[in-house]
């Protein structure tokens, strides 16, 4: 009965079985490859936006000293440099600064939008907007 059993799974296991079984390996090592190079483009990408992002510290003539983390005894040196600097990010310019009662903060323009028949529009501040506020909200459609 073992014996009968033992060959009967061989030849399903040989059989279309065998088949069925590499196919889904196969599956499951592209989708993993898929992953692992998906995976290696992410890198890429952070490596090279990471090398601009260094290059344009670079191009400002900043320290070295602001490429590492600062000891205690740099400490005081960092602050100095850091207020002194401007860099301009894909975020816009940074500069810490004092303004309105804040201490070292990157002064930058916040923006309020609305969504108007489904396109953003800038409501304020004045100087940059793009479009009158809707004010009270109407209420879903």
């Known amino acids: 009965m073992i014996a009968g059993a033992f060959g009967e799974a061989l030849r399903v296991f ?5 088949v069925f079984l590499v196919a889904i390996v ?12 998906e995976s290696r483009l992410e890198e890429e990408r952070l490596r090279d936006w ?31 440099l ?17 303004y309105e009662g804040y201490t070292n903060q990157n002064k930058h323009q916040m923006l309020v939008e609305q969504i108007q028949d489904g396109k953003f529009v800038t409501v304020w501040p004045k100087e940059f907007q793009t479009g009158k506020p809707i004010w009270p909200f109407p209420g879903w459609k």
Do not use: C, N, Y
């Open 14 to 18: 040989w059989g279309p079985g065998l």
């Open 82 to 98: 850091l207020k002194a600097g401007k860099w301009d990010t894909i975020d816009g310019p940074v500069k810490f600064d004092e």
């Open 50 to 80: 990471m090398k601009g992002e260094v290059a344009q510290l670079q191009s400002t003539k900043a320290e070295p000293r602001l490429m590492r983390v600062p000891s205690a005894s740099d400490r005081e040196k960092t602050r100095e």
């Open 26 to 37: 196969w599956i499951i090592r592209r989708v993993i490859r898929a992953a692992r190079t």
